[in-house]
């Protein structure tokens, strides 16, 4: 069977919103073929806009690697977002026509899809995705999001301006458990679906609007920013805490449409003034917008820490799975689990709305209640390397046109990975930085190894010139690439961590010998490497073997405001313009002069 799912790059359908007033961001696609992930793509990536929505690129992209037509599809899953889910199976193939009609045609897709289009709940397609990929039996699945779909009325869109006002899932937690083959997701927890509420994901959001970035998916940047603050400032602020049902609560009031105002009523309310000429946006060198961050971190990690103690103690498991926006936050999940190592921690490689398209495609396969019933037994999600592959001919050819065009390059092709790795770990020890572009690309929004941008961790320097050549602030730390079995030696409390997921705190071995991936506040995000060959463990299986801790820095593979590199010719163009010291690309390694 193959079943294909679908992100929407729309809140509402083309007929009740022709403008596309509300649309949305974080678009892709993903293909199950008799239970396996045949491919999976993020839209960004092959549109080249950043937090691209929709699908009209990923998709054909998708079907393409796989071999598919439309007409070889058996079902499609598609997910909507910040509003009512969509009803109508004549709305959603209008939003497949409007994507991929000028792929496909109209008729053609009509034809091919009518009665086959599926309409997946938000937060159930993230549960599917994050209990599918752990590969348990049972577990506890947390989804926490800003918004999933709104709850009060289902066949009725909002188009005006207060769209966000109602009643939204927010933060759901499920007993997910195997049963003959089928998914069984039962909510056990709901909280902040009322009206007047937002859950941590939302309180997020507001501060980092209130520290100068525009957008959610900069959440990142207040992340960072928090290990510079001192939350014992603004010790009377309350945020965020437990209520009397040990469900996590957030104090602010929903103002999505004005955040500023939103945190300043917090403050006032608080007895703090908002300093004059605050300088936006945050860096380490605005205290009071520092302390800001560090506050909300410290709340939304306690509440988050609170509610899964909660519900892990009252139903007696020890396996938990989180997805939702708020899965992104590395540092907030890594002390949770410092503060219950008694427990197993999974995340899948894509948490945010970009695991829609695999998880939308879970959820018809596998879900109790599904109208679709996948027979082929379920295998977890042991990669995120589940792009399109680029053979080698189409790189071969990339590489020889680049090459005969700047007198710069010297290449070195046919390359074995151990001789790749050699030549790289070469040049890292010269202090060079280098970029890779191998196999088929993450799944998701970490680089880990098949995109990514790496660095030797030991110089303290190294930390410095990577931001320079991605053009990013200072304060924002960087990953570490490392291999598992040296993760005991390196962190507190190590979990493992093959999609970047955790951030830990260093040991002082670790912080010696590779400061330039321990953060401020001496934490560390990490891969732990294992398993699946690649130039990234042969690189580490020979850092390890000539005297060093086999760590390395690892980052995304792109500059500021763009997204990761896709193909041969994307990873070619970034290393000319970004001034990269070296790039494997394939079998090929290239240099300057």
């Known amino acids: 069977m193959r079943i294909l799912g679908l992100n929407s790059g729309r809140a509402a359908p083309p007929r009740h919103d022709p403008a596309g007033k509300r649309r949305l961001a974080d678009g892709s696609a993903a293909l199950l073929v008799d239970g396996d992930v045949a491919c999976a793509a993020l839209e960004e990536r092959h549109c080249r806009i950043k937090y691209a929505g929709g699908f009209a690129h990923a998709a054909p992209a998708v079907l393409a690697d796989a071999g598919c037509t439309i007409e070889d599809v058996d079902a499609v899953g598609l997910s909507t977002c910040c509003d009512s889910p969509w009803g ?50 049972r577990a506890l699945v947390g ?31 499920y007993l997910a458990e195997w049963v003959e083959g089928r998914m069984r997701l039962e909510r056990v927890s709901e909280s902040a679906t009322s009206p007047d509420a937002i859950g941590l994901a939302e309180l997020y959001r507001g501060v980092t609007h209130f520290c100068g970035w525009p957008s959610y998916q900069f959440a990142g940047k207040t992340m960072a920013l928090s290990a510079f603050g001192d939350r014992r ?52 060198a605005e205290p009071f917008l520092a302390d800001i961050a560090a506050l909300a971190q410290h709340q939304v ?3 988050l820490a609170a509610e899964v103690s909660e519900l892990t103690d009252r139903y007696r498991i020890q396996r938990v799975a989180l997805a939702g926006g708020l899965a992104m936050n590395c540092v907030g999940l890594g002390r949770l689990a410092a503060a219950r190592p008694d427990l197993e921690f999974y995340v899948p490689p894509a948490p945010g709305d970009t695991g829609q398209g695999l998880g939308n495609a879970i959820w018809l396969g596998y879900a109790q209640g599904s109208p679709v019933a996948e027979t082929s037994r379920p295998r977890g999600l042991p990669t995120a390397s589940l792009g399109p592959a680029y053979g080698r001919d189409r790189t071969g050819r990339a590489v020889e046109l680049f090459a005969a065009t700047r007198s710069w390059a010297d290449v070195r092709s046919g390359l074995s990975d151990s001789a790749l790795a050699q030549a790289a770990l070469s040049s890292l020890s010269e202090g060079r930085i280098i970029g890779v572009r191998s196999g088929r ?40 690439s490392i291999l598992q079995e ?18 830990a705190s260093a040991t002082p071995y670790f912080a010696r010998a590779a400061p330039a991936v321990v953060h401020v506040d001496g934490t560390t995000r990490y891969q732990s490497v294992t398993g699946e060959p690649s130039p990234l463990q042969h690189l580490l299986e020979q850092t390890g073997r000539a005297g060093a801790p086999p760590v390395i820095l690892n980052t995304s593979f792109n500059m500021a ?14 290393f000319e313009r970004s001034g990269l010291d070296g790039l494997i690309l394939g079998e090929h390694w290239i240099v300057r002069r």
């Open 301 to 303: 990690e306690a509440s």
């Open 143 to 173: 989804v926490i999001d800003g918004f999933g779909n709104r709850r009060d009325g289902s066949g009725r869109f909002h188009l005006h301006e207060d769209w966000w006002r109602g009643s939204f899932d927010r933060q759901t937690f």
């Open 486 to 503: 040296h993760c005991a030696a390196c962190f507190d409390v190590p979990v493992f961590s093959p999609f970047m997921s955790f951030a």
């Open 88 to 137: 109508c199976a004549s709305d959603r193939l209008d939003l497949m026509v409007e994507e991929l009609g000028p792929a496909y045609g109209a008729d053609r897709i009509w034809n091919a899809w009518s009665g086959r289009v599926h309409c997946v709940d938000h937060h159930d397609s993230h549960a599917a995705l994050a209990f599918y990929g752990c590969g348990w039996g």
């Open 441 to 480: 690309a993450e799944y998701g929004p970490r680089a880990l190894g098949q995109c990514s941008i790496l660095a030797d961790p030991r110089d303290p320097d190294a930390h410095g010139r990577v931001n320079r050549i991605k053009k990013r602030e200072d304060f924002r730390p960087f990953a570490a």
């Open 561 to 574: 405001g763009e997204p990761m590199v896709e193909t041969p010719e994307n990873a070619l163009n970034v």
């Open 233 to 284: 400032r603004l010790e009377r602020l309350v945020l965020a805490d437990i209520d009397e049902r040990g469900k996590a609560r957030v104090r602010l009031r929903n103002r999505h449409d004005d955040p500023l105002r939103q945190v300043s009523e917090a403050l006032a309310a608080a007895g703090y003034e908002i300093p004059d000429g605050l300088h936006r946006p945050a860096s380490p």
